[in-house]
């Protein structure tokens, strides 16, 4: 069965640091998410992207982040200059339609020290 | 704006025993979707069910089944037949229909299975 993967499953990192995190979603989605859960609390919403584009963010993604799409597989997310409160599990999950169900990858744990 | 929320942070089941789990949520909107998502340990996200808001029969995956009361804005999971594997964190989850696509997420209810 197709499932979402990403790299690396756990990201150490100075604060001030650039990291990327990397997701590859099922192949014949469009639609790709990223979400973050800081430990203990909810799953938030950070960005949807389709057609190479933005489509929606949330407040918490804001100039430190971006979203790439660089070849037909890959979808990461950057955090240019991480800062402790950033340390959390991300999610990526992708649909193949919008109002498909989206699908989530194993998750990033990232720790910013 | 749309919130979901769960107000059992934790239940405890017997094996083999049925278990509800509540969400309500509140839009104002006519068209959306909504989830449930489970969360063992490892943390991966895993989709238990979906439910239409428009198809008024209650969606039903294995030993999975939800009460949809549309109109109450209700959204309860059970589980019949626990098993130990079923032990994990339960997030409800709205999405909405015509505009907004993300998913938002209650806070979660811990559920433990007990041998």
């Known amino acids: 069965e197709p499932e979402v993967t990403q790299t690396p499953s756990h990201q150490v990192t100075q604060m001030g640091q650039e990291v990327i995190l990397r997701c590859v979603p099922i192949?014949?989605?469009?639609?790709f998410y990223w979400y973050r859960q800081i430990l203990g609390q909810k799953v938030e919403f950070l960005v949807s992207f389709y057609n190479n584009e933005i489509s929606e963010k949330s407040e918490i993604f804001d100039d430190q982040f971006s979203v790439e799409r660089p070849d037909g597989s890959n979808f990461t997310l950057k955090i240019r200059s991480t800062k402790l409160e950033d340390s959390a599990m991300y999610f990526c999950a992708s649909s193949s339609d919008l109002t498909d169900t989206q699908y989530f990858g194993p998750g990033t744990r990232l720790t910013v020290l | 704006a749309q919130t979901v929320t769960q107000s059992q942070p934790e239940m405890s089941v017997q094996e083999a025993e049925t278990v509800t789990l509540s969400c309500t949520y509140d839009?104002?909107?006519?068209?959306?979707?909504l989830f449930w998502y489970k969360q063992p340990p490892s943390r991966q996200m895993i989709l238990v069910i979906r439910?239409?808001?428009?198809?008024?029969q209650n969606a039903t995956e294995n030993r999975f089944s939800v009460n949809f009361q549309k109109a109450a804005k209700s959204f309860s999971l059970k589980i019949s037949d626990s098993q130990l594997g079923d032990t994990a964190m339960y997030f409800c989850a709205f999405q909405n229909g015509d505009s907004s696509y993300k998913l938002i997420f209650g806070s979660g209810t811990r559920l433990l299975v007990r041998p």
């Open positions: 439910q239409e808001a428009y198809k008024q």
């Open positions: 192949s014949n989605h469009l639609y």
């Open positions: 839009t104002s909107e006519s068209n959306y979707y």
